[in-house]
């Protein structure tokens, strides 16, 4: 058997080296480490294999890749440990022309303005450039993800699904994606998107836990001057669900620096805002895919206001030092939830966190990550919550 398997391999390397196609694989390790007051130990092994394969004339691009991971947590009621086989980016890409791009398999997707949808989905993709203009057009389908790594939680069923350690697969939806393009709009150093997105969910229609969204975005970047990135989007989001139709707005406002000199140093800011509940019209923003803003506190962008700003700087050779901090506020006193929150509270301030992280990089191969930092809970919360520390660890070896 590794006799067979040593063949194929050196009938693969062979053939490759015949000019017909360019082949190459690889694999990395990755081991993660985390402990915090609140959840305790989380540790995770991961085996990451991928192979590449592109034809002559660059035409055809296979990738495969996935991830055979063992994991344990101390906050796991009933599996201790957990395996986790998971199919990542996979995909074949056709571009029959520089202006066409066709795309098949486990896609990785995110919009433009960063508000709806973001991750690895199953579908279909088709890129064309019609003069200055990209055109965008995709179909995804969710239900043969990883529920955990999917993170969809749109309606009770999807976040009673979440939360069910022997529930593998995703909830069964299918989301529809168009986008226009102007990378050069109105001037060389600015860009406009603007992108509509639909998710609709696929259970029966005697189910009353039916929820279907539809996005609309903007999504702005100009770069005024050189080192100086500025971006700002919006996004309405309207949601079906339960004989409730109701629409949501966000909206994100930020920008880094790349200072001038030689520190190699970056300043960051960032506010991101979601509408709460307002009145029988205008409800909660709901993204179809959790987007976490925080390090330690990480809400989803449902009813709430985030602000992140930091600073990163380059002191040597292959050594990144990042310190940041973030601020939240709840937008409405009805829809966020969380268990030590203050039923009786009035408060919008949920609290501050900040988080200081060291990346090392000695070999092109190695690469290690250290962070901690905690959050403080704001007055929204009771008050005997407690403030939450978090430490966590990471260690990837390429080969």
Known sequence: ?????????????????????????????????????????????NLLPWLSWVNKEGSIDVYVSANLGVTYSDSRKLHKWKFIPDLKRTQITFSPTGKIDLEAGRLRFADNAGLAASGLFDGLRASFIVGPTRLKAAAFYTGLLNAESASITLSKSDSKEYADEDNYFAPRRIMAVLTMEL??????????????????????????????????????????????????????????????????????????????GRLRDELFLTGRWSSGAINDTIGSYLPVTIHGQGKIFNPNLSALMAINGGYSILPIKNLLLKAEGNVFFRTDTTTFREAELDRDSKSRFLGGEFFVSLMWAPLSDIMANVGGG??????????????????????????
């Not at 190459?24 to 540790?43: P, Q, R």
């Not at 403030?387 to 990471?394: D, E, F, P, Q």
Request: a positive charge.
């Open 1 to 45: 058997m590794k006799n067979m398997k040593r063949a194929i391999v050196f009938a693969l390397f062979a053939f490759s080296c015949t000019g017909l196609f360019a082949l190459d694989f690889g694999a990395a390790l990755a081991g993660h480490a985390e402990y915090s007051n609140y959840t305790k130990g989380k540790y995770a092994i």
């Open 183 to 260: 990378p050069s709009f109105p001037t060389e150093r600015s860009s406009l998107s603007i992108e509509g997105v639909g998710q609709f969910d696929l259970r029966k229609k005697v189910s009353k836990d039916r929820l279907n969204s539809e996005y609309v975005m903007v999504n702005f970047s100009i770069a005024p001057i050189s080192g100086l990135n500025l971006k700002t989007s919006f996004g309405a989001g309207f949601v079906q669900y339960e004989g409730d139709n109701h629409i949501g707005f966000a909206a994100t406002l930020g920008g880094n620096w790349a200072v001038p």
């Open 374 to 399: 905690m959050f403080f809970p704001g007055g929204a919360f009771k008050n005997t919550a407690k403030n939450h520390w978090l430490i966590t660890g990471t260690l990837i070896v390429s080969f």
